[in-house]
């Protein structure tokens, strides 16, 4: 066996397949708490090689495929130095269904399954709980993790060195469309227009929001969620920086829009639809506010419960 933190040969053992769902975390006053999963996906099949190497098709194929500074594989090389485990090389099949820095949770899918590949080749005998913590410490905020490794809708919080999270599934007519612009969003510059400090009112105005957010998904009540997906935290200061928030906006509670929110830190924006049957309708009530098809794609999706899938192949 190679020392700890060196490559090994290739080693014996069957390979890993994991699916991961993208996520929409925030929904407005949710501010590093509630998460919800959607129904594209991060794909993997790994399996032990000479060499790393990554085969990837969807979006940014050309990104994701790119062994070099490539967030899945220093992720996952950096938790097996850290575990006293050797590198063993992977070779990758990747089909990456998730939108880079759109605030889709591409950044948690990624680590978790750099985080499951670690546990899986570096026989580290992880626990849910464990692997959640670790990439919680990885990403910096607990919601897109706990959705995206848990599925449905969550609320979490760090409680020490665990992640506490209470999960509830959605109501399954409601639909959702994520509006995408044309370019991507750094998180840490959609972090960097926020305050330091908050006025007392706007601080109530979201306690108050999300306490109804949580009851509103956990009871189906669609009625609430135009204003449980009200904000005055976060989206405000970023309004100028991503522009699809105000036009789409003034489209709730018209065309079977329930609510609206930045997705994440943004820039692209959360459609809740309360059915199947008024997804054409606000798709055309969303392009119309964009002024028309061009520089922006509709993604139509589904609240998903269940949350990351692994398998031993």
């Not at 929409?24 to 509630?34: H, I, Q, R």
């Not at 999960?167 to 469309?177: E, F, G, L, N, S």
Request: proline residues 7%; hydrophobic residues 45%; contains cysteine.
């Amino acid at each position: 066996m190679s020392e700890p933190g060196k490559t090994s040969g290739r080693p014996s053992g069957g390979g890993l397949r994991l699916r991961l769902p993208a996520t929409s975390a925030n929904l407005g006053p949710g501010f590093d708490a509630v998460a919800i999963a959607l129904d594209f996906y991060l794909e993997l099949d790994a399996e032990p090689a000479d060499e790393f190497s990554i085969t990837a098709t969807g979006r940014d194929a050309e990104r994701c495929g790119r062994v070099e500074d490539n967030l899945v594989l220093e992720t996952y090389k950096g938790i097996l130095v850290a575990n006293d485990r050797p590198i063993v090389p992977l070779a990758i099949k990747m089909r990456n269904g998730i939108p880079l820095a759109m605030g889709c949770g591409s950044s948690a899918a990624g680590r978790l399954a750099a985080i499951a590949l670690a546990v899986h080749f570096g026989q580290l005998a992880w626990s849910s709980e464990r692997i959640l913590h670790e990439a919680y410490l990885l990403e910096g905020h607990p919601d897109n993790v706990a959705a995206c490794w848990l599925g449905g809708f969550v609320a979490a919080a760090c409680d020490g060195e665990t992640v506490r999270v209470a999960k509830v599934v959605p109501a399954a007519d409601w639909r959702a469309i994520v509006v995408l612009p044309a370019d991507p969003l750094p998180t840490s510059r959609a972090r960097a227009v926020l305050p330091a400090s908050y006025p007392l009112g706007d601080v109530v105005a979201n306690i108050q929001a999300v306490s109804m957010l949580g009851l509103a998904f956990a009871q189906g009540r669609a009625d609430l969620l135009r204003i449980a997906m009200s904000d005055r935290i976060h989206q405000p200061y970023r309004a100028p920086i991503c522009k699809l928030l105000p036009l789409m906006l003034p489209l709730v509670g018209e065309h079977g829009i329930l609510g609206a929110a930045l997705s994440g830190a943004g820039p692209a924006v959360l459609v809740v639809v309360e059915g199947e049957k008024a997804l054409g309708r606000a798709s055309a009530a969303i392009w119309d506010a964009l002024g028309g098809p061009g520089g922006a794609e509709l993604l139509v999706c589904r609240f998903v419960p269940s949350g990351a899938n692994q398998t031993n192949v």
